[in-house]
């Protein structure tokens, strides 16, 4: 079993529409949780961070948090074309360290 | 406030070669990680150094080093490389902990050839 797993995609959502993608992972003691977007042939940049159960919300971006079920998703409202990149799942665990998920690809369009 | 800044941004060497990647953190960040990242593997980590210290280190052979300077600054070195060895080479900067925040620089490309 992968440590953070993400559906690689490509997760394809008209422009204006919600962007969902989710993330699990194995480590129950996990402490902090990221998203992060990385545009082909750039490096990643940090979009949301979530620490406790529940939803936090930055403008379009909202993340989710449920440590019960293990599980980080994060929702992309009035998703543009500007939005298509790959998102990364990123937890850190009980080995203080921060684990990535291969990423999914998502695609907007118009 | 300035990002992260990597430095060089694109490295060829050839097999056996060492190469020594540097990183600048943000401006009051005191630990600084490094990241390889490939096609196949995704992001791996490499180690975490805070006040000049290793933290930790991730599962790479000790071909792989590290060194953090008084001012936060951090580089790393690859010896006797390996055409795997080719990859994106990232550094991300923290406050503190790593457990926080972390923020990416533009990564350094290497090619071994």
């Known amino acids: 079993q992968k440590e953070v797993e993400q559906n690689s995609g490509p997760l394809s959502v008209p422009e204006g529409a919600i962007a969902s993608l989710n993330c699990t992972y194995s480590?129950?003691?996990?402490?902090?949780f990221f998203w992060y977007r990385q545009y082909s042939g750039k490096s990643p940049e940090l979009i949301m961070f979530?620490?406790?159960?529940g939803d936090k919300e930055d403008g379009r971006f909202t993340a989710q948090l449920n440590k019960a079920s293990q599980y980080v998703s994060l929702l992309i409202r009035d998703s543009q074309p500007s939005d298509s990149a790959t998102y990364l799942c990123?937890?850190?665990?009980?080995?203080?360290?921060?684990?990535f998920g291969t990423g999914t690809r998502l695609q907007v369009t118009l | 406030k300035a990002g992260v800044t990597q430095t060089p941004r694109y490295l060829i060497k050839t097999r056996g070669q060492q190469v020594t990647l540097s990183c600048s953190p943000i401006?009051?960040?005191?630990?600084v990680s490094w990241y390889q990242q490939t096609p196949g593997q995704g992001l791996q980590f490499l180690f975490e150094?805070?006040?000049?210290?290793?933290?930790n280190k991730g599962n790479f052979p000790g071909r792989f080093s590290g060194r953090q300077f008084s001012n936060s600054r951090s580089e790393m070195n690859v010896s006797t490389l390996e055409l795997g060895d080719s990859a994106l080479y990232l550094c991300?900067?923290?406050?503190?902990?790593?457990?926080?925040?972390?923020?990416f620089g533009p990564g350094t490309r290497l090619t071994v050839l």
């Open positions: 990123a937890v850190f665990g009980t080995a203080s360290k921060l684990t």
């Open positions: 480590d129950r003691g996990s402490q902090s």
């Open positions: 979530i620490y406790s159960n």
């Open positions: 401006s009051g960040h005191r630990s």
């Open positions: 150094y805070f006040s000049e210290t290793q933290r």
């Open positions: 991300a900067s923290c406050r503190d902990r790593a457990g926080n925040e972390q923020f």
